[in-house]
């Protein structure tokens, strides 16, 4: 009762908000206080207080942040030091801030109203020192801003450095400064008891007024978000069942996408490696380093999953002599005593199916000894045999030798054994396993059970290969797409930043071809040239950006995707790939540049260079930008800006956000300007306390996809984050689908985008609901979406209900009732409570004419078919 009655109190603030704004004895002018706490190691970001009289302030929002650093690493970076803030007489608020005690780095960034605020900076000012406790002023005379701070030496030696600047992009020589330590026009300020450093401005009340009107918004808005089903039987404890009239006009209609619902693919969690790359040998190239996992893990290095097996035998990893520069790994084995070998232990043990068939494969070269002879066997932890083959005759110089293994028996955890028959030193690299039964049975594959569970989603594209592995931690680690083509060994490894390892033995081609399995069109993320706002290396200056002199060429590389992709055979880059088995193109259509990047000048420049010429050079294919990590912020903002300017055809909205949010904001995209560029919704997901995938998160996507298919004509395309995550390896929560080695199982989310997969349609039809209660939070826990699929001729009706109560629904159906069965394929989604995990769809038929019971928390398909019998 209490929450409700704080909710209309904070409701009416809302409601009252212009009413608030004319009261006539609120002051002209008051003064207001800026400044940064350290409390979470200085990553609060920008607060403001206000006084009539610069003794009293009283803190606006207290928790409420205005502006954030984005500076540097998640988690260790991210920080705001001693802001300051100044307003220039371009009219506009110029805050400047440290980011830590290292970089010498200045960030800025600018706001008219000190709500909103416009893309960050973070200039180097000065090198290898730190750029501490920044002020600025403006020069009137000279028309610059004029820059000073404290840099501290490593033996404490404090100095005053100045510089100035029109723009904050060019800067002045850096000089020592000849002002002396008292140049801190900082003041202090107790606010809530606590004494703060921060600067004091005199400025209008609407201005903070404003800044107090966003706060409280803020504050309600988390109340929204913060709803969840643990408090409906209090929020609903009246409600004891709701009816449902849903009117449809089949005569109204609008085209919608017929491409909505697809699949986001990134390698994290083991997705790729270990996981739907179907390879059972992990590290098999040796290339495994310390740096996969910055360090964390003294074990993960070119010997991780190998040791040795009998006794006489050493083994080491060597580098002089590789089969290619890119894979410069391998191991050396030293036999003395016949019997003894390596063995791998694969990702979590190799799981095998007695009677199926594995090839194996390996490159070796004889350092000594006679040409010699290998047994490769299939063994279980006590060394029990479960199948083998021979290599024959290893000669001097690198070769592949390939033998197929049959096995024995269903082993979950078998291991992988290699023993030279004769003694002497061999040299062994690319030491490879696959199952015969791959998805679709392809050579280098994939693993069939898993990217059947993706293919049963019906996707109508595949996003690969991420996310943040798109763009990668630093400059070095940005996915190259040449680096994972062509012949595995040549293929170029790389550390995954989600902290393990990539082959790229899953890499562009398998990609696509993969998209081409499943029926999906391919869509390639690759990095705008800038590499993930997150990363920990690149040092100073965030997201440095590939330099603009390597541009051309990194633009070129993008050029010959394209041409890799949609070339012919007498085309350098397409001939590779018929080389490679796919004579045909692949058919490419659409390329993401960017991912959630930070929406920089730097990233500007770059993304608009490589737009501007896919566009020129390749009209045909359409270019998705990117719009910042979350729904709304700077980096949306300015990401949508940059769209519009541009043309951009469609851009990369990513949310993830608690199921609270999505029941309120239902209406995203019904406000969305239809004459601006279309949206893929690249990355979602309802995100509750504890990262479960349960029946509520998984409605909560049902009911904002019944709005994201009403707004099929501006939102072209949706998909799940992230799809794969391996058991014991996951490093995010929620996902898609959790596997091991031998299961895969699919979430309650899984089935929601399987449910819309295999229900869409191309055209929504025009529907009227109404609900016997009307209140808000019943209303907004009702979905419906009615869409029509010109290929089948059914008219889909989805149904989603939120609420504890059954909803009983009397479908009544305008303009197609003539052509229409009244009975109709009904499939259902629910459970017992929201927590639960294990939900699987049961399907039915059922007579629309009679009344539709919509059991609590249930997702509800019917399918109707409209041909004329
Ligand atoms: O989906 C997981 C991650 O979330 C993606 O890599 C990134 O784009 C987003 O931050």
């Known amino acids: 009762m209490l929450f409700i009655l704080l909710l209309v109190e904070i409701v009416s603030i809302g409601v009252a908000y212009p009413r608030i704004c004319n009261t006539m004895n609120q002051p002209d002018s008051a003064y207001i206080f800026s400044y940064a706490t350290s409390k979470n190691n200085n990553r609060n970001g920008l607060h403001f207080a206000w006084s009539l009289d610069r003794k009293n302030w009283h803190p606006i929002g207290p928790e409420y942040s205005y502006l954030r650093c984005d500076y540097g690493r998640w988690g260790a970076e991210k920080r705001m030091i001693s802001p300051f803030l100044i307003l220039a007489p371009d009219g506009l608020w110029h805050c400047v801030w440290s980011v830590n005690e290292r970089d010498g780095v200045l960030a800025h960034a600018t706001s008219s109203d000190l709500v ?112 969840n089903t643990k408090e409906d039987p209090e929020r609903f404890a009246a409600l004891k069942g709701v009816n449902a009239s849903i009117t449809i006009d089949a005569t109204k209609s609008k085209p919608i996408s017929d491409m909505l619902i697809g699949a986001f693919f990134e390698d994290i969690n083991y997705a790729a490696d270990g996981g739907l ?18 360090g964390q893990d003294p074990r993960w290095n070119s010997y991780y999953a190998w040791s040795l097996i009998g006794n006489g035998a050493s083994f080491v990893v060597d580098t002089i002599n590789p089969i290619h520069p890119n894979n410069p790994h391998y191991a050396i084995l030293d036999i003395q005593k016949v019997g003894a070998g390596l063995v791998n232990t694969g990702f979590d043990g190799i799981a095998i199916k007695s009677g199926e068939g594995y090839n194996f494969s390996i490159f070796a070269r004889m350092l000594s000894g006679k040409k010699g002879s290998l047994r490769v ?49 061999i040299a062994l690299d690319m030491i490879s396993l696959f199952p015969k039964k791959t998805f679709h049975n392809r050579q280098n594959g994939l693993r069939a059970d898993l990217a059947q569970a993706i293919a049963d989603i019906h996707p109508r594209f595949v996003r690969f290969p991420g996310g943040c592995v798109a763009h990668g931690d630093g400059i070095g680690n940005i996915y190259r797409w040449k680096n994972t083509v062509g012949a595995l060994e040549s293929r170029k490894p790389q550390r995954n930043l989600w902290g393990y390892h990539q082959t790229v033995g899953l890499g ?71 080389q490679s088995g796919h004579p045909k193109p692949f058919n490419l259509k659409y390329i993401g540049i960017g991912n959630e990047d930070l929406i920089t000048d730097i990233f500007e420049e770059r993304f608009t260079l490589i737009f501007n010429t896919i566009k020129e050079k390749h009209p045909e294919i359409t270019v998705i930008g990117t719009v910042g990590p979350t729904y709304e912020g700077t980096d949306y903002d300015e990401g949508w ?20 949010w999505f029941i309120h904001n239902q209406d995203y995209y019904d406000k969305y ?85 295999c229900n869409a349609g191309n055209e929504y039809l025009s529907n009227q609901v109404v609900l016997s209660n009307n209140d808000e939070s019943v209303r907004l826990r009702v979905g419906v979406s009615v869409v029509r699929d010109e290929k089948s001729s059914d008219i889909i009706i989805k149904l989603v209900n939120m609420l504890p109560v059954k909803v009983s629904t009397q479908l009544n159906l305008e303009g197609s009732a003539s052509l229409m069965q009244s009975m109709a394929k009904r499939t259902v989604l629910t459970a017992e409570s929201p927590s639960d995990k294990l939900v699987t769809p049961v399907s039915d038929s059922c007579d629309i004419n009679n009344k539709i019971q919509l059991s609590p928390y249930s997702f509800t398909i019917i399918r109707l078919n409209t041909k004329k019998q």
């Open 277 to 294: 790359y179907a390879e059972l040998i992990q590290n098999r190239d040796f290339e495994y380093a310390l740096s996969d996992k910055e």
């Open 641 to 660: 800006a940059i769209a519009t300017k541009l043309k951009v055809p469609m851009v990369d909205e990513h949310y993830y956000q608690s199921p609270g």
């Open 377 to 425: 066997r299939l063994i279980g932890k006590k060394g029990e045999h479960y199948g083998e083959a021979l290599i024959k005759s290893v000669s001097s110089t690198w070769k592949k030798y390939k033998a197929t293994i049959i096995a024995k028996e269903d082993i979950s955890d078998a291991r992988l054994e290699i023993i030279p028959l004769s003694v002497g030193r």
């Open 508 to 578: 562009y081609f398998e990609y696509f071809q993969f998209c081409e399995d499943i029926g999906a069109t391919a869509l390639p993320v690759i990095a705008a040239g800038v590499p993930c706002q997150n990363s920990a290396t690149g040092g100073a200056g965030q997201q440095g950006g590939i330099p603009m002199c390597d541009m051309d060429s990194y633009v070129q590389d993008i050029l010959d995707l394209i041409e890799y992709a949609n070339g012919d055979k007498s085309t350098k880059w397409g001939k590779l790939r018929a």
């Open 116 to 227: 909103h605020w416009r893309r960050q900076s973070y200039p180097i000012v000065i090198k290898d020192k730190n750029c501490l406790e920044p002020e600025i002023s403006y020069d009137d005379q000279a028309k610059l801003f004029k820059i000073n701070w404290l840099s501290v030496s490593a033996d404490k030696d404090t100095l005053i450095y100045s510089s100035a600047t029109k723009d904050f992009k060019s800067f002045a020589p850096t000089t020592p400064s000849l002002l002396t330590r008292n140049f801190n026009k900082r003041v202090c300020a107790i606010v809530s008891g606590m004494p703060e450093e921060g600067t004091i401005h005199k400025t209008s009340w609407e201005t903070i007024d404003c800044l107090i009107k966003k706060s409280k918004l803020a504050a309600y808005e988390n109340i929204l978000k913060g709803e």
């Open 673 to 757: 300007d239809r004459s601006k560029s279309k949206v893929y919704l690249g990355e979602y997901a309802a995100h509750l306390p504890g990262r479960p995938n349960n029946l509520e998160t998984a409605l909560a996507e049902a009911l904002y996809l019944t709005a994201v298919e009403r707004n099929g004509d501006v939102v072209s395309m949706a998909s799940y984050a992230p799809l794969l995550a391996k058991e014991k390896h996951t490093q995010w929560n929620p996902d898609l689908i959790y596997f091991n080695n031998t299961e895969v199982k699919p979430t309650v989310g899984y089935y929601v985008q399987q449910m819309y997969g």
